[in-house]
């Protein structure tokens, strides 16, 4: 078995001592994802485009380790205004439809004033190839 830490080429990665993602074994734990574009280094100015650039950079992140959102098991979502809650959870659910993660929500200040959203992943390699059985505890 072996531990595989991926690096997206951030510069706090290499400054603060971590990783992208760490996948041990078929788990995929992956760090704080914002929505920077990790080439340009731009960060768009809505939660809502920096929301769909965090997926974008989520969804190249698991590919890289064998992975994609339908492996995802759990997400924890940061959103620093309340206001743009029901928009970007609006988008989420697009996003997540049919795979419906555990999932926690958010708001507080984050590590800077340009950060309005990140997203923290942790997925399971072949989860989304699973049987799915639904249960509910609702009346």
Not at 20 to 30: E, G, T
Not at 66 to 83: N, Y
Not at 92 to 118: H, I, K, N, Q, T
Request: glycine share 8%.
């Amino acid at each position: 078995m072996e531990i595989v830490k991926l690096k997206s080429g951030s510069i706090l990665e290499h400054k603060e001592s971590y990783s992208r993602i760490v996948a041990l074994d078929n788990w995929i734990f992956m760090s704080l994802t914002s929505g920077r574009d990790f080439t340009t280094r731009v960060m768009p100015d809505t939660t809502l485009e920096q929301a769909r650039n965090a997926i974008k950079n989520v969804e190249g992140a698991l590919a890289a380790v064998g992975c994609s959102l339908a492996d995802v098991v759990r997400r924890r979502l940061f959103i620093t205004r309340q206001e743009d809650v029901p928009e970007v959870m609006a988008y989420m659910g697009e996003v997540f439809r049919g795979v419906d993660p555990a999932s926690c929500v958010s708001c507080s200040p984050l590590g800077g004033p340009e950060y309005l959203f990140e997203i923290e992943i942790t997925a399971y390699r072949g989860a989304g190839a699973l049987a799915v059985k639904n249960l509910s505890i609702s009346l």
